[in-house]
């Protein structure tokens, strides 16, 4: 099992920035692939970055390209995503995950854990 516990979101207006913060427990973190994910109301999940093993290969959708940074530190069992730039479409409960898969993945299916999400509010 692996525990994931998400922070860092909050209330910031459109262009202000945020870093989220996500630790683990349980399992060997540099065993997983990590990503950060993300619902807003009423939508489906979306996939928002995702980070290898290594932390070398990293992915991001085109929708937070250039705006957002996900990175991890493995020492100290955590991923970050750094966002910058915020807009109001970027509100929404943004849940971190863990896959057991060698390399970073987008697809949701391939995550086995998952945080219970950190709410980010960009006000326009």
């Known amino acids: 099992q692996v525990q994931l516990v998400e922070s860092g979101g909050g209330l910031v207006q459109a262009g202000g920035s945020l870093r989220l913060s996500c630790a683990a427990s349980?399992?060997?973190?540099?065993?997983?692939?990590m990503g950060w994910f993300r619902q807003a109301p009423g939508k489906e999940r979306e996939f928002v970055a995702t980070i290898s093993r290594s932390g070398i290969i990293t992915y991001y959708a085109d929708s937070v390209k250039r705006r957002f940074t996900i990175s991890r530190v493995n020492a100290r069992n955590t991923v970050y995503l750094q966002m910058n730039n915020l807009i109001p479409e970027d509100t929404a409960v943004y849940l971190c995950a863990a896959s057991g898969r060698v390399t970073a993945t987008t697809e949701s299916s391939a995550y086995t854990y998952w945080g219970q999400g950190t709410q980010v509010t960009v006000s326009s």
């Open positions: 349980g399992r060997t973190f540099s065993n997983y692939a």
